[in-house]
């Protein structure tokens, strides 16, 4: 019977409940405990466009947490129908594609949506760092993958961002 402070990494490997891959896990169940509850508040505001793409954010929490649990790479991702280097383009330039600059001021005035958003992009932010924390190896590949499609993940939260700050409900460039 193994203690109440341990728990299964994988099959047949017990570590500590603070153990970072465990504390990892955590964080990935929190972040999707929060695109559901704020999935809820988009609902509410009838941003129905908005939840579906939230919904396609929150299948892919679904495929890293999976991968993170089986110790594999995550599948690409693709959301909105833009690749990881789109998304990126888009993230790291929204002038060029959305005609503003980035959000640095963003306050309690802007639309309920972006807000929720931009909560939603911390969250991803610190599920990213807590994942960089359990890289125990540098030359861990899964768990570089991991990372790289959290960074990419909050990109996309971004993007979605940058679109409905300026009242664009379809993502297109």
Not at 18 to 47: C, M, T, V, W
Not at 71 to 89: A, M, Q, R, V
Request: proline share 2%.
């Amino acid at each position: 019977m193994k203690k109440e402070d341990y728990t299964i990494l994988f099959i047949g490997d017990l570590v500590r409940k603070d153990h970072p891959r465990i504390i990892l896990r955590g964080k990935i169940d929190s972040l999707r405990a929060s695109f559901l509850y704020n999935q809820s508040f988009i609902k509410e505001l009838g941003e129905d466009k908005l939840f579906a793409y939230l919904e396609e954010c929150n299948n892919y929490m679904v495929e890293i947490s999976k991968a993170e649990a089986l110790n594999e790479c995550p599948k690409d991702i693709n959301l909105f129908g833009f690749d990881e280097e789109t998304l990126h383009k888009v993230s790291h330039n929204p002038k060029k594609y959305v005609g503003i600059d980035h959000l640095f001021n963003i306050n309690s005035s802007m639309d309920k949506s972006v807000i929720i958003l931009n909560k939603l992009r911390t969250e991803i932010r610190e599920a990213e760092v807590e994942c960089i924390k359990a890289t125990l190896d540098e030359n861990d590949e899964v768990m570089k993958s991991l990372q790289k499609n959290l960074n990419r993940l909050s990109s996309a939260v971004y993007v979605l961002m940058i679109f409905y700050a300026v009242g664009l409900k379809e993502i297109k460039i």
